[in-house]
């Protein structure tokens, strides 16, 4: 009975979720703007990788965050530092997901007319944010090398639903019995659509690829209109 | 009004949940069994740490283990190679966490009068395991060094739930910004009751002193009846 209820209730939440995203991806078209939902488990790297990519990338691309956390504002005190203009902190005060409700509050807070690329950094977790849509245009899912090369096939739905995989701390590669072959073959056999980009953070490796690619995926975007 | 009646389905399967956990902890309390929820993000070490365990403890504790996954059996198979004889496991096909009713349902699998030690291994995912007991005497939270130090601020839920916080991959410390001071000091902040051990399930510094602590916790509880 309480499952029935249960079920019922999860399907309008995110029926509800759906027609709010509908409506912030309104809003982000008309404007252009190429928005990305960045989703990984807890410390695999997101908030490094904007890091990395507002303090190079800030000259040729307008960026904006929205990043959340379950607790918290470090983050963003975090990617200020780095060079974020635009950066529009969520404490989900216990949710373990944004949803598009949290995100069209947030876009209140910023100037979209100066935004060319937002990133909306989710809250670390591999399972819950996969059933929230946010109006982005894509998400990117990053796994680490520490994280072992099994996770694919353990939360299926995150990668099934993402665009790129970004394979980050491939300097720690040798360290465990992390397979990066075994990783791909994991997350192609899920989606046979992701794009790999293979990455370091703390030694930049591969970060080159990334910014080619986050410039020529807004560029596409920026053209389609 | 969809949010309310969120709220007030949530607290309904809270209430049911709890009651189930409670039949579930009489239960194991009745055969004098310890009980452990193990819960990290994903590629902590939850599983490596349980195949260590099992395979070097085995002659010393009779020990079972309830493996929860999103999907895939994949854990359970590496516990069973790895010694272990009663493996059980979950496969949520979706849902984040475990629940007492997923345990309660699978402890029929298992003959409880052989059973010294109940390891159950959560799903991985450091915020929603936090809200549902499962009927056990305790958690361990597992991080890994490569996750950051920052984590115990930004779950802080689960760092209050927990008993006992291992830090795992200790033979990576260095080779990131990880500060191992700075992470038990984040932790204590949280929840000043909290036993920390450091450990790498790769290179086995550190095991020894888990081992001890298992074999002194699963002793008290064995004497407290």
């Not at 252009?32 to 807890?42: A, G, K, Y």
């Not at 607790?71 to 060079?83: P, S, V």
Request: hydrophobic fraction near 40%; proline fraction near 3%.
């Amino acid at each position: 009975m309480i499952i029935g209820d249960k079920i019922k209730i999860e399907k309008k939440v995110l029926s509800e979720n759906d027609r709010l995203a509908s409506e912030v991806r309104q809003k982000l078209q008309r404007r252009n703007i190429l928005s990305i939902n960045l989703v990984s488990s807890p410390g695999s790297g997101k908030t490094s990788l904007l890091e990395k990519t507002l303090g190079t990338l800030c000259n040729k691309i307008n960026m904006a965050v929205i990043v959340g956390d379950v607790q918290t504002e470090n983050d963003a005190i975090r990617l200020k530092k780095a060079g974020g203009k635009l950066v529009a902190p969520i404490v989900t005060g216990g949710a373990c997901h944004l949803d598009a409700r949290m995100v069209d509050k947030a876009l209140e807070t910023l100037d979209l007319d100066k935004i060319g690329v937002l990133f909306i950094e989710n809250v670390g977790n591999l399972v819950c944010p996969a059933a929230y849509d946010l109006g982005e245009d894509l998400k990117i899912v990053i796994i680490s090398t520490t994280e072992g090369d099994d996770k694919p096939l353990k939360y299926p739905t995150m990668f099934r639903k993402s665009s790129l995989l970004i394979i980050n701390k491939i300097d720690l590669i040798g360290l465990s019995d992390f397979d990066i072959n075994r990783v791909k073959e994991n997350a192609l056999s899920i989606n046979p659509h992701l794009g790999i980009l293979e990455l370091s953070c703390r030694s930049s490796e591969g970060l080159k690829e990334w910014y080619d690619w986050l410039i020529s995926t807004a560029e596409t975007k920026k053209m389609s209109h």
